[in-house]
């Protein structure tokens, strides 16, 4: 089992950034590859970023429009998701998640463990 515990976010005018960060505990984080994906009103979930268990490889978004930068710190258990140039269309609750496999996948079926979620505002 693992308890991941997503933080970062808030409320940012057009254009802006956010870090959020996600803190990972229980089974070995450095042995599984961890992603980000967020929910806005109405829509489904979708992919954000991924990154590789070793931290060597990253998969972003071609849909979503802001920024996006991925890392991790695996002497902390840690993943961070840098978001600059936000717009309001990417309102919405993040989630932070950790692979079932190695695979640093889009695929949320792979993810079996998941934040609750933090809320992101992009408003003027």
């Known amino acids: 089992q693992m308890t991941l515990v997503e933080s970062g976010g808030g409320l940012v005018q057009p254009g802006g950034s956010l870090r959020l960060s996600c803190a990972v505990s229980?089974?070995?984080?450095?042995?599984?590859?961890m992603g980000w994906f967020r929910q806005a009103p109405g829509k489904d979930r979708e992919f954000v970023a991924s990154?590789?268990?070793?931290?060597?490889?990253?998969l972003y978004s071609n849909v979503v429009k802001a920024s996006l930068t991925i890392d991790r710190d695996n002497n902390n258990n840690t993943v961070w998701l840098q978001m600059n140039n936000l717009n309001v269309e990417d309102t919405a609750v993040y989630y932070c998640?950790?692979?079932?496999?190695?695979?640093?996948?889009?695929?949320?079926?792979?993810?079996?463990?998941w934040g609750q979620g933090t809320q992101v505002t992009v408003s003027s």
């Open positions: 229980g089974r070995s984080f450095s042995d599984v590859a």
């Open positions: 990154i590789s268990y070793s931290g060597g490889s990253t």
């Open positions: 998640a950790a692979s079932s496999s190695s695979y640093y996948t889009s695929w949320d079926r792979e993810y079996a463990y």
